[in-house]
């Protein structure tokens, strides 16, 4: 879709659908609403007062227009209430102001930015969560439709007649869109089946990423992850007959004081081993390379925005499968952290790849570690599917990931790494087992990660909850939301 700035009045933008917007209890709109009504001989306040419109957040209205202004037809979209509005509020209306023009057979798109009058929002900021609302609202994976849709949006465009402020909102456009676009990509990925988002399939995508954007790339095979010493990430993938790959993607920028390595759990589809998942809880199990695909995607915006940080992405892929030669409960694997682990529950896998990656990512001299992972069961039923949970060993690098998800309205809750709840780890047999308690789980799957990182400042991101959802929402269809990718993008762009 292009996406563009225009300088002009909205009155005489040429377009299918123009969107703009209404506080909740303002009954004559004024600014660019009310140009538009004005132009229209007050059509959209006899409109809204026929039909009781009140502004509600989300809520929308719409008209032709009769050939009065350039465009066909307007839609008028509820921002709330003027005390509470934000930049979520922003990305919300946008979002469904953009599904109803698409609605409307809607080829080009215009709108005014939400929030930068009346609101006293930073121009810049409007339009990115503007333009991020509208490209998330439009969202439909789509791919393996044999009809496909034929009503898209083909242009957006923001209208602005104030010419100072152009500049700031072309860069807040800008980012908006690279945003969009790697949570768009995450999504993708993470709505493919298993079928054909394999470990192979990351493998490919990484490549075409260090191509594309000029990073360097390599893949380890089955045999290169043994002779490694990663054991862990060896013995989830014993069962699978897809080969597992241990993805290596740097980006280097030649200003770059610092190196961040971001590690995504790569588990393309969990069957829970030998400890086997019930039917309704295999259903959705594709979706556990969700943190893997919001690392690819931030390493696609890295390359488009040139963040001058050092980026070493880091994905242990592979299937958790059952059969002849799956790990047994009660085996014991040398990490290579050289610590032994007494596998208790093979559906606890998440934490033993990551575990050699982030020792991998440690012996490397990274400044700080991040990864991101479905990793827990337990963090759904804490946080539910709105948000994710972080702990970390750095509180700077927490809260910094916190405000990071905060900037493009994905919300990260801290959780406390106890450390006292290391006593669940305990084995008879091995220097810890893998997953121990159900109680806390979500503290004592981040410890044991913990456990192998000697004292590399890090953070976990559990995204099991927000990474999918089973309804439609304002900002996501049902199905992946890309959860992660914005945190990262915004996390990497803040310590350039």
């Not at 140009?35 to 026929?50: H, P, T, W």
């Not at 490209?135 to 009809?147: A, I, S, V």
Request: glycine share 12%.
């Amino acid at each position: 879709m292009q996406v563009v700035t225009v300088r002009g009045s909205v009155t005489e933008a040429l377009c299918d659908v123009l969107i703009v917007n209404l506080f909740e209890g303002v009954k004559r709109p004024g600014g660019a609403t009310g140009a538009v009504d004005q132009a229209l001989g007050g059509a959209i306040s006899a409109l809204i007062e026929r039909e009781g419109f009140e502004g509600k957040l989300g809520e929308t209205l719409d008209l032709t227009t009769g050939g009065a202004i350039g465009a066909s037809r307007v839609i008028i979209v509820g921002l709330g209430k003027a005390d509470a509005f934000d930049a979520d509020a922003i990305r919300k209306a946008s979002a469904v102001a953009a599904r109803r023009a698409r609605n409307l057979s809607a080829r080009r798109v215009a709108s005014i930015i939400h929030g930068a009058g009346i609101g006293g929002i930073d121009p810049a900021l409007a339009s990115r969560a503007t333009t991020l609302g509208t490209l998330l609202g439009l969202y439909k994976f789509t791919r393996l439709k044999t009809d496909k849709p034929t009503r898209e949006v083909e242009e957006f465009a923001i209208i602005e007649k104030d010419e100072s402020k152009l500049a700031a909102i072309e860069a807040g456009m800008r980012i908006g869109k690279t945003v969009a676009d790697a949570v768009s990509f995450a999504r993708d990925l993470t709505n493919e089946p298993a079928n054909v988002v394999t470990p192979g399939y990351l493998a490919e995508t990484a490549r075409t990423i260090a191509g594309e954007f000029g990073m360097e790339c390599r893949v380890f095979e089955r045999e290169e992850i043994a002779e490694l010493g990663m054991g862990l990430l060896t013995a989830v993938a014993r069962a699978s007959a897809e080969p597992p790959k241990f993805i290596r993607l740097e980006y280097k920028s030649p200003n770059a004081t610092r190196r961040i390595a971001v590690i995504g759990k790569g588990v393309t589809f969990d069957s829970g081993g030998l400890n086997l998942k019930p039917g309704d809880s295999m259903a959705a199990m594709k979706d556990d390379m969700g943190g893997a695909a919001a690392v690819l995607a931030a390493m696609r915006a890295v390359g488009e925005l040139k963040p001058e940080v050092n980026v070493l992405a880091l994905v242990p892929a592979t299937e958790n499968m059952i059969g002849g030669n799956a790990t047994h409960v009660g085996d014991v694997i040398r990490a290579l952290s050289g610590k032994t682990v007494e596998i208790d529950n093979t559906d606890a896998e998440g934490r033993l790849i990551l575990s050699d990656a982030a020792t991998y990512a440690e012996s490397e001299g990274v400044d700080e570690i991040i990864d991101v992972a479905t990793l827990t069961g337990a963090c759904v039923v804490a946080l539910g599917r709105g948000m994710a949970g972080v702990l970390g060993s750095d509180q700077g690098i927490v809260e910094r990931l916190i405000k990071a998800g905060a900037k493009d309205g994905e919300k990260l809750w801290q959780l406390p790494l106890h450390t006292d709840y290391l006593d669940n780890l305990k084995s008879e047999t091995a220097d810890m087992k893998n997953a121990g308690s159900r109680e806390g789980g979500a503290i004592i799957g981040a410890l044991f990660i913990k456990n192998h990182i000697k004292g590399t400042p890090w953070a976990h991101i559990d995204v099991a909850g927000p990474v999918t959802l089973d309804r439609e929402s304002a900002l996501s269809t049902k199905g992946s939301t890309g959860f992660g990718t914005a945190t990262l993008v915004n996390y990497l762009l803040g310590n350039s």
